[in-house]
């Protein structure tokens, strides 16, 4: 299932896989390094066709204050705060209530409840499109925060539930019977006993679940049509010009827009690593 350590005598075979792991993550990491480099560049320097080499002429403070004094990048990186953060939080909300009722309640249709959250995981979202944008039409808020802040919350907290599901389902039995023979409520359980248990879950899926929304720029081009509620993502298309793009000042808008998942990661980063690897020490 894993694959097997390279011997210390197999020096051939540790430096081929030095080699290819090097390789990757040049041809990994380029398209990133010419985006922060463009945005460092002056217009003269774009406009002479040199997007690869290093910059003879630096514009970095020019092309990073244009981006919020030219255009309307400051609305866009608003709107999608004001998208991501409600979105994020009713997914957690949602996935911790539900994933607590069907890792330790035993009902009827249970299971089938269960699968019709790891059923929708599975779902492109291309094909249903035209019904979630008539929905949308049909709720009055088609072209509103509104929009795209109900459809990540449900579409997100199918994998929010699996993945809460399965940590909740992992605590110890024991931990829930102390709480029924001490009295607690089912509210109370999940407050005092689970919450504080799964918080490095909870963290690792706050990473996720923020990054996919803040991400997104499918459905914010489909639900969104306004300059006033567009997020970043679908926002960076307006710095294109019909004839002429200024790739500096697109490069720097695409590195500011890259940042907040940057800095939600490292902010986060002991609760991530500690959510992902619960678990993988047994005792």
């Given at each position: 299932?894993?694959?097997?350590?390279?011997?210390?005598?197999?020096?051939?075979?540790?430096a081929l896989y030095v080699a290819?792991?090097?390789?990757?993550?040049?041809?990994?990491?380029?398209?990133?390094?010419?985006?922060?480099?463009?945005?460092?560049?002056?217009?003269?320097?774009?406009?002479?066709?040199?997007?690869?080499?290093?910059?003879?002429?630096?514009?970095?403070?020019?092309?990073?204050?244009?981006?919020?004094?030219?255009?309307?990048?400051?609305?866009?990186?608003?709107?999608?705060?004001?998208?991501?953060?409600?979105?994020?939080?009713?997914?957690?909300?949602?996935?911790?209530?539900?994933?607590?009722?069907?890792?330790k309640y035993r009902f009827p249709?249970?299971?089938?409840?269960?699968?019709?959250?790891?059923?929708?995981?599975?779902?492109?979202?291309?094909?249903?499109?035209?019904?979630?944008?008539?929905?949308?039409?049909?709720?009055?808020?088609?072209?509103?925060?509104?929009?795209?802040?109900?459809?990540?919350?449900?579409?997100?907290?199918?994998?929010?539930?699996?993945?809460?599901?399965?940590?909740?389902?992992?605590?110890?039995?024991?931990?829930?019977?102390?709480?029924?023979?001490?009295?607690?409520?089912?509210?109370?359980?999940?407050?005092?006993?689970?919450?504080?248990?799964?918080?490095?879950?909870?963290?690792?899926?706050?990473?996720?679940?923020?990054?996919?929304?803040?991400?997104?720029?499918?459905?914010?081009?489909?639900?969104?049509?306004n300059d006033t509620v567009k997020?970043?993502?679908?926002?960076?298309?307006?710095?294109?010009?019909?004839?002429?793009?200024?790739?500096?000042?697109?490069?720097?808008?695409?590195?500011?827009?890259?940042?907040?998942?940057?800095?939600?990661?490292?902010?986060?980063?002991?609760?991530?690593?500690?959510?992902?690897?619960?678990?993988?020490?047994?005792?």
């Open positions: 299932m894993y694959p097997r350590p390279i011997p210390q005598t197999a020096r051939a075979a540790r290819l792991v090097a390789a990757i993550l040049v041809v990994w990491l380029a398209p990133l390094l010419a985006i922060i480099l463009t945005s460092l560049r002056a217009t003269n320097d774009v406009a002479s066709g040199n997007l690869w080499g290093w910059p003879t002429e630096f514009g970095a403070v020019d092309n990073y204050e244009r981006v919020f004094t030219q255009s309307p990048m400051a609305r866009f990186f608003l709107n999608s705060l004001m998208i991501t953060i409600p979105a994020v939080i009713g997914v957690l909300v949602l996935s911790t209530l539900t994933g607590f009722v069907l890792a249709g249970g299971r089938a409840v269960f699968a019709m959250f790891i059923g929708g995981n599975f779902l492109p979202a291309q094909i249903i499109m035209i019904p979630v944008r008539n929905l949308m039409l049909t709720l009055g808020i088609y072209d509103t925060h509104w929009a795209l802040i109900i459809f990540h919350v449900a579409f997100q907290t199918g994998f929010a539930t699996l993945f809460m599901r399965n940590f909740i389902a992992a605590l110890p039995g024991e931990l829930f019977e102390a709480a029924r023979a001490e009295g607690a409520s089912p509210f109370q359980t999940l407050r005092h006993v689970v919450i504080p248990l799964v918080r490095p879950a909870l963290g690792a899926l706050a990473i996720l679940i923020f990054t996919f929304i803040w991400n997104d720029y499918f459905w914010a081009v489909v639900l969104v049509v997020p970043v993502t679908a926002g960076l298309a307006n710095l294109r010009g019909e004839f002429v793009s200024q790739w500096n000042i697109l490069s720097a808008a695409t590195v500011v827009v890259a940042v907040p998942p940057v800095v939600m990661f490292f902010l986060m980063q002991r609760h991530f690593i500690s959510g992902l690897t619960a678990g993988a020490v047994k005792g």
